[in-house]
Protein backbone atom coordinates (compact mmCIF):
# COMPACT_ATOMS: atom_id res chain seq x y z
CA UNK A 1 0.00 0.00 0.00
CA UNK A 2 2.42 2.34 0.88
CA UNK A 3 5.09 0.81 -1.37
CA UNK A 4 3.79 3.38 -4.53
CA UNK A 5 4.49 6.42 -2.30
CA UNK A 6 7.91 6.31 -1.68
CA UNK A 7 9.70 7.45 -4.91
CA UNK A 8 7.62 10.92 -4.30
CA UNK A 9 9.50 11.28 -1.20
CA UNK A 10 12.92 10.56 -2.21
CA UNK A 11 15.05 13.11 -0.56
CA UNK A 12 17.03 14.14 -4.14
CA UNK A 13 13.45 15.51 -5.15
CA UNK A 14 12.01 16.78 -1.87
CA UNK A 15 12.92 20.26 -1.81
CA UNK A 16 10.51 21.62 -4.43
CA UNK A 17 7.21 22.90 -3.53
CA UNK A 18 4.95 21.19 -5.75
CA UNK A 19 6.49 17.70 -4.51
CA UNK A 20 5.39 19.09 -0.78
CA UNK A 21 1.90 19.39 -2.09
CA UNK A 22 2.08 16.16 -3.70
CA UNK A 23 2.93 14.57 -0.52
CA UNK A 24 -0.52 15.90 1.00
CA UNK A 25 -2.21 14.12 -1.23
CA UNK A 26 0.01 11.10 -1.13
CA UNK A 27 -0.36 11.01 2.64
CA UNK A 28 -4.05 11.61 2.36
CA UNK A 29 -4.34 8.67 -0.53
CA UNK A 30 -2.65 6.17 2.04
CA UNK A 31 -4.99 6.60 4.66
CA UNK A 32 -8.12 6.70 2.82
CA UNK A 33 -6.84 3.43 1.17
CA UNK A 34 -5.62 2.34 4.93
CA UNK A 35 -9.02 2.94 6.13
CA UNK A 36 -10.88 0.85 3.54
CA UNK A 37 -9.06 -2.42 4.01
CA UNK A 38 -8.87 -3.41 7.39
CA UNK A 39 -9.48 -6.93 7.77
CA UNK A 40 -9.62 -9.42 10.47
CA UNK A 41 -6.06 -9.92 9.97
CA UNK A 42 -5.01 -6.47 10.26
CA UNK A 43 -4.46 -3.78 12.57
CA UNK A 44 -7.30 -1.15 13.44
CA UNK A 45 -7.94 1.85 11.41
CA UNK A 46 -6.00 4.17 13.94
CA UNK A 47 -2.79 2.31 13.90
CA UNK A 48 -2.87 2.47 10.13
CA UNK A 49 -3.68 5.85 9.61
CA UNK A 50 -1.11 6.61 12.30
CA UNK A 51 1.65 4.65 10.61
CA UNK A 52 0.86 6.38 7.11
CA UNK A 53 1.21 10.04 9.20
CA UNK A 54 4.89 8.78 10.45
CA UNK A 55 5.69 7.30 7.90
CA UNK A 56 5.97 10.20 5.97
CA UNK A 57 8.51 12.85 5.76
CA UNK A 58 7.38 16.11 5.70
CA UNK A 59 8.80 19.19 5.03
CA UNK A 60 8.46 22.51 2.89
CA UNK A 61 5.01 23.92 2.65
CA UNK A 62 2.83 20.67 4.02
CA UNK A 63 2.93 21.42 8.07
CA UNK A 64 2.70 18.13 10.13
CA UNK A 65 0.38 19.46 12.11
CA UNK A 66 -1.76 19.14 9.63
CA UNK A 67 -0.99 15.57 9.43
CA UNK A 68 -1.00 14.56 13.12
CA UNK A 69 -4.67 17.01 13.66
CA UNK A 70 -6.07 15.52 10.62
CA UNK A 71 -5.19 11.70 10.58
CA UNK A 72 -6.43 10.68 14.25
CA UNK A 73 -9.28 12.40 14.20
CA UNK A 74 -10.86 11.30 11.02
CA UNK A 75 -9.87 7.41 11.80
CA UNK A 76 -11.27 7.48 15.15
CA UNK A 77 -14.42 8.89 14.17
CA UNK A 78 -14.58 6.19 11.47
CA UNK A 79 -13.62 3.51 13.54
CA UNK A 80 -16.43 4.39 16.51
CA UNK A 81 -19.42 5.34 14.15
CA UNK A 82 -18.34 1.68 13.02
CA UNK A 83 -18.44 0.45 16.00
CA UNK A 84 -22.01 2.27 17.03
CA UNK A 85 -23.48 1.03 13.78
CA UNK A 86 -22.35 -3.01 14.71
CA UNK A 87 -23.61 -2.37 17.93
CA UNK A 88 -27.12 -0.87 17.12
CA UNK A 89 -28.39 -3.02 14.10
CA UNK A 90 -31.26 -1.25 13.44
CA UNK A 91 -29.14 2.18 12.62
CA UNK A 92 -27.02 0.22 10.51
CA UNK A 93 -29.47 -1.29 8.48
CA UNK A 94 -31.28 2.51 8.48
CA UNK A 95 -27.60 3.99 6.65
CA UNK A 96 -27.67 1.15 4.60
CA UNK A 97 -31.47 1.42 2.74
CA UNK A 98 -30.53 4.83 2.33
CA UNK A 99 -27.18 4.18 0.33
CA UNK A 100 -28.35 1.50 -1.33
CA UNK A 101 -31.79 3.93 -2.69
CA UNK A 102 -29.21 6.90 -3.42
CA UNK A 103 -26.17 5.70 -4.25
CA UNK A 104 -27.26 2.75 -6.37
CA UNK A 105 -24.10 1.11 -7.70
CA UNK A 106 -21.79 3.69 -8.29
CA UNK A 107 -19.11 4.80 -5.44
CA UNK A 108 -20.16 7.38 -3.14
CA UNK A 109 -18.93 10.77 -4.00
CA UNK A 110 -19.28 14.05 -2.68
CA UNK A 111 -22.50 15.04 -4.99
CA UNK A 112 -24.00 12.15 -3.14
CA UNK A 113 -23.49 14.14 0.35
CA UNK A 114 -26.85 15.98 0.44
CA UNK A 115 -28.87 13.13 -0.53
CA UNK A 116 -27.69 10.74 2.85
CA UNK A 117 -28.94 12.84 5.78
CA UNK A 118 -28.93 9.62 8.29
CA UNK A 119 -25.43 8.92 7.41
CA UNK A 120 -24.24 12.34 8.32
CA UNK A 121 -26.57 12.52 11.63
CA UNK A 122 -24.74 9.05 12.44
CA UNK A 123 -21.50 11.13 11.76
CA UNK A 124 -22.55 13.51 13.88
CA UNK A 125 -24.25 11.31 16.89
CA UNK A 126 -20.64 9.73 16.66
CA UNK A 127 -18.95 13.00 17.56
CA UNK A 128 -21.21 13.76 20.11
CA UNK A 129 -20.48 10.23 22.07
CA UNK A 130 -16.93 10.12 20.78
CA UNK A 131 -15.57 13.57 20.18
CA UNK A 132 -12.13 13.05 18.92
CA UNK A 133 -10.59 15.64 20.81
CA UNK A 134 -12.40 15.11 24.30
CA UNK A 135 -10.96 18.90 25.89
CA UNK A 136 -10.45 20.84 22.26
CA UNK A 137 -6.90 22.04 22.41
CA UNK A 138 -5.79 24.28 25.02
CA UNK A 139 -6.74 28.06 24.61
CA UNK A 140 -5.69 30.91 26.93
CA UNK A 141 -7.58 33.96 28.17
CA UNK A 142 -6.87 37.36 26.42
CA UNK A 143 -8.16 39.07 29.18
CA UNK A 144 -10.24 38.67 31.89
CA UNK A 145 -13.78 37.43 32.15
CA UNK A 146 -16.85 36.32 33.72
CA UNK A 147 -18.60 33.10 32.41
CA UNK A 148 -21.72 32.25 34.32
CA UNK A 149 -20.60 33.57 37.53
CA UNK A 150 -16.87 32.45 37.47
CA UNK A 151 -14.33 34.74 36.90
CA UNK A 152 -11.79 33.59 34.25
CA UNK A 153 -8.28 35.57 35.46
CA UNK A 154 -6.15 36.88 31.77
CA UNK A 155 -3.40 34.63 31.06
CA UNK A 156 -5.25 31.03 32.41
CA UNK A 157 -5.24 28.14 30.18
CA UNK A 158 -9.07 26.92 29.09
CA UNK A 159 -9.43 23.58 28.44
CA UNK A 160 -13.19 22.90 27.33
CA UNK A 161 -14.79 19.65 28.35
CA UNK A 162 -16.89 18.43 24.65
CA UNK A 163 -17.16 15.35 25.76
CA UNK A 164 -18.45 16.12 28.65
CA UNK A 165 -21.12 18.78 26.98
CA UNK A 166 -21.94 16.01 24.36
CA UNK A 167 -23.21 13.86 27.28
CA UNK A 168 -24.96 16.38 29.37
CA UNK A 169 -28.70 15.20 30.42
CA UNK A 170 -29.99 19.05 30.69
CA UNK A 171 -29.09 18.98 27.15
CA UNK A 172 -29.38 15.41 25.38
CA UNK A 173 -32.69 13.59 25.74
CA UNK A 174 -30.68 9.88 26.49
CA UNK A 175 -27.55 11.11 26.27
CA UNK A 176 -25.74 7.83 26.38
CA UNK A 177 -28.15 6.50 24.12
CA UNK A 178 -26.88 6.42 20.33
CA UNK A 179 -29.29 7.72 18.37
CA UNK A 180 -29.10 9.89 14.88
CA UNK A 181 -32.62 10.54 14.61
CA UNK A 182 -31.89 13.31 17.16
CA UNK A 183 -30.27 14.98 14.15
CA UNK A 184 -32.66 14.40 11.93
CA UNK A 185 -35.26 17.37 10.82
CA UNK A 186 -32.73 19.79 13.38
CA UNK A 187 -30.60 22.34 12.28
CA UNK A 188 -28.10 21.25 14.90
CA UNK A 189 -24.47 21.18 13.34
CA UNK A 190 -20.87 20.95 14.16
CA UNK A 191 -20.07 24.59 12.45
CA UNK A 192 -19.34 26.54 16.00
CA UNK A 193 -22.58 27.74 15.96
CA UNK A 194 -24.03 25.31 18.40
CA UNK A 195 -22.40 25.68 22.01
CA UNK A 196 -23.93 22.19 23.15
CA UNK A 197 -22.38 20.22 19.86
CA UNK A 198 -18.34 21.46 19.25
CA UNK A 199 -16.53 18.43 18.52
CA UNK A 200 -14.38 20.82 16.29
CA UNK A 201 -14.33 23.70 18.46
CA UNK A 202 -15.70 26.96 17.92
CA UNK A 203 -14.09 30.55 16.77
CA UNK A 204 -10.79 32.04 15.33
CA UNK A 205 -9.05 28.35 16.28
CA UNK A 206 -12.12 26.11 14.97
CA UNK A 207 -10.75 23.01 13.36
CA UNK A 208 -9.59 24.73 9.59
CA UNK A 209 -10.20 20.97 8.48
CA UNK A 210 -13.85 20.83 9.00
CA UNK A 211 -14.77 21.21 5.60
CA UNK A 212 -12.03 18.24 4.36
CA UNK A 213 -13.70 16.18 7.51
CA UNK A 214 -17.45 17.08 6.54
CA UNK A 215 -16.82 15.10 3.21
CA UNK A 216 -14.12 12.47 3.78
CA UNK A 217 -15.50 11.18 7.01
CA UNK A 218 -19.18 10.31 5.53
CA UNK A 219 -17.68 9.24 2.45
CA UNK A 220 -14.81 6.53 3.97
CA UNK A 221 -18.07 5.24 6.15
CA UNK A 222 -20.47 5.36 3.13
CA UNK A 223 -17.99 3.45 1.29
CA UNK A 224 -17.51 0.63 4.51
CA UNK A 225 -20.78 0.28 4.60
CA UNK A 226 -21.83 0.12 1.25
CA UNK A 227 -19.64 -2.17 0.17
CA UNK A 228 -18.72 -4.56 2.62
CA UNK A 229 -21.20 -6.26 5.27
CA UNK A 230 -18.81 -6.18 8.96
CA UNK A 231 -18.87 -8.89 11.90
CA UNK A 232 -16.76 -9.26 14.74
CA UNK A 233 -13.83 -12.13 15.10
CA UNK A 234 -15.15 -15.29 17.20
CA UNK A 235 -18.67 -14.95 16.89
CA UNK A 236 -18.76 -11.95 19.55
CA UNK A 237 -22.01 -10.65 19.80
CA UNK A 238 -21.83 -7.09 18.60
CA UNK A 239 -24.41 -5.98 21.25
CA UNK A 240 -21.40 -6.58 23.72
CA UNK A 241 -18.43 -4.82 22.13
CA UNK A 242 -16.36 -3.49 24.68
CA UNK A 243 -17.39 0.73 24.03
CA UNK A 244 -14.73 1.44 26.56
CA UNK A 245 -12.83 4.53 26.20
CA UNK A 246 -8.98 5.53 26.49
CA UNK A 247 -8.25 9.28 27.23
CA UNK A 248 -5.39 10.70 25.22
CA UNK A 249 -4.48 13.23 22.93
CA UNK A 250 -7.81 11.32 20.77
CA UNK A 251 -10.53 9.46 22.41
CA UNK A 252 -9.20 5.84 21.52
CA UNK A 253 -11.27 2.85 21.97
CA UNK A 254 -9.59 1.12 24.97
CA UNK A 255 -9.69 -1.87 22.66
CA UNK A 256 -9.28 -1.29 18.75
CA UNK A 257 -11.93 -2.12 16.89
CA UNK A 258 -11.19 -5.23 14.49
CA UNK A 259 -13.96 -6.47 12.40
CA UNK A 260 -14.07 -8.95 9.55
CA UNK A 261 -15.77 -7.84 5.85
CA UNK A 262 -17.46 -9.78 3.27
CA UNK A 263 -18.04 -8.42 0.12
CA UNK A 264 -21.59 -7.22 -0.48
CA UNK A 265 -23.13 -8.86 -3.61
C1 LIG B 1 -13.42 14.27 12.43
C2 LIG B 1 -12.32 14.95 12.15
C3 LIG B 1 -11.76 16.07 12.97
C4 LIG B 1 -12.11 16.55 14.21
C5 LIG B 1 -13.23 16.07 15.11
C6 LIG B 1 -11.21 17.65 14.51
C7 LIG B 1 -11.28 18.40 15.67
C8 LIG B 1 -10.40 19.42 15.97
C9 LIG B 1 -10.45 20.20 17.18
C10 LIG B 1 -11.44 20.03 18.31
C11 LIG B 1 -9.44 21.11 17.12
C12 LIG B 1 -9.12 22.17 18.19
C13 LIG B 1 -10.08 23.34 18.10
C14 LIG B 1 -10.03 24.23 19.32
O1 LIG B 1 -9.20 24.02 20.19
O2 LIG B 1 -10.84 25.14 19.41
C15 LIG B 1 -8.75 20.91 15.87
C16 LIG B 1 -7.65 21.64 15.47
C17 LIG B 1 -6.98 21.41 14.30
N1 LIG B 1 -7.35 20.56 13.29
FE1 LIG B 1 -8.91 19.26 13.32
N2 LIG B 1 -10.34 17.81 13.47
C18 LIG B 1 -10.64 16.88 12.51
C19 LIG B 1 -10.02 16.74 11.27
C20 LIG B 1 -9.00 17.51 10.82
C21 LIG B 1 -8.42 17.42 9.49
C22 LIG B 1 -8.88 16.45 8.39
C23 LIG B 1 -7.39 18.34 9.44
C24 LIG B 1 -6.44 18.68 8.34
C25 LIG B 1 -6.37 18.10 7.17
C26 LIG B 1 -7.36 19.00 10.72
C27 LIG B 1 -6.45 19.99 11.07
C28 LIG B 1 -6.43 20.67 12.27
C29 LIG B 1 -5.41 21.64 12.66
C30 LIG B 1 -4.19 22.06 11.83
C31 LIG B 1 -5.75 22.11 13.92
C32 LIG B 1 -5.01 23.15 14.78
C33 LIG B 1 -5.61 24.52 14.49
C34 LIG B 1 -5.01 25.62 15.37
O3 LIG B 1 -4.04 25.37 16.08
O4 LIG B 1 -5.56 26.73 15.35
N3 LIG B 1 -8.34 18.50 11.52
N4 LIG B 1 -9.35 19.90 15.18
Redesign the pocket.
Known amino acids: MIQPHLPRTNPAVRSSPSVSSNNLINV ?1 NVVNVSVSIVGPAGRGLRSAASAAARFMPIQGGA ?1 P ?3 T ?3 D ?2 T ?2 VEWAMAELLKNAKSMTKVRQELVTEIKQSFPKNSHLPQLPYLQACVKET ?1 RLH ?3 PF ?4 RAFASCEVMNYTIPKDAQVI ?1 N ?1 WAIGKDPMIWEDPLQFKPERFLNSTLD ?1 KGNDYEF ?13 P ?2 AK ?2 PLVLASLIHFFDWSLPDEIDPTELDMSEKFGVTLEMEQPLLLIPKVRK
Open positions: LKELFAGTTSSTLPPALLPHVVYLPFGAGRRICPGLMAHV
